[in-house]
């Protein structure tokens, strides 16, 4: 069944608007952040009191109207690790697909930006890739359909088990399966892959139809 004009509009324009916020946020985070604390890296090991709390509120401070979670701690003296859990524009590959093809995203991406032996570590991992089709059902389907309802049904997924098919969140249930992500076309990692949303006011007749609480699809 084809999603609607209005939820095709709807997606584009948060797609679009995801697109050019990560990129501002990852260029602010380059620009105003990393070159201080490369700099007081590269003078002593471990960073100052004041510096560990400066960064932590450089972070907290900059704003990215889609970010899921923000975690700001200290884990020893003179070190900092911060967790960022945002959404973010990408494209997946799907093989399983009766004629393979890329298909434009939104993923749920975990930055780590942290120090630690005097060195200064910077990691990003995928947690799951959404769908555009899911998120026009989502617009379609859900009882509240605005960002904000998005995010917090999207922080839901970011926190589920990875094997899980099925994720409950208050305005209904995000559903997919696996499929991995790859390095030099070898696969290095699985993660969530969302294809579809069904409403609260769907889930049992959904549920009825498969006669069962879990659906398996295929990966």
């Not at 201080?36 to 401070?61: D, W």
């Not at 799951?128 to 917090?152: C, G, K, N, Q």
Request: net charge positive.
């Amino acid at each position: 069944m084809n999603v609607t004009p209005e939820a095709k509009g709807w997606v584009r324009t948060v797609f679009n608007d995801i697109r050019t916020q990560e990129k501002a946020y990852l260029d602010a985070i380059e620009r105003d952040i990393m070159p201080r604390l490369r700099a007081r890296m590269r003078i002593k090991r471990s960073l100052r009191p004041e510096h560990v709390i400066e960064v932590m509120r450089a972070f907290q401070t900059l704003r990215h109207p889609y970010r899921l979670t923000l975690d700001t701690t200290s884990p020893r003296k003179g070190h900092v690790l911060v967790i960022n859990t945002l959404l973010g524009a990408a494209s997946e590959y799907f093989r399983h697909w009766r004629t393979d093809q890329w298909e434009h995203t939104v993923s749920i991406d975990r930055i780590i930006i942290g120090t630690t032996e005097g060195r200064l570590r910077i990691k990003t991992e995928s947690i799951a890739d959404v769908s555009l089709h899911a998120l026009a059902r989502f617009y379609e389907r859900a009882r509240r359909r605005t960002v904000p309802d998005l995010l917090a049904s999207l922080k839901v997924v970011s926190q589920a088990d990875l094997e899980e098919t099925e994720t409950q969140c208050e305005q209904g249930v995000w559903i997919g399966g696996l499929t991995y992500v790859t390095e030099d076309k070898q696969p290095i990692s699985y993660i969530r892959s969302i294809r579809t949303f069904i409403g609260a006011d769907q889930r049992e007749d959904h549920h009825q139809s498969t006669g069962s609480t879990t659906v398996r699809l295929p990966v």
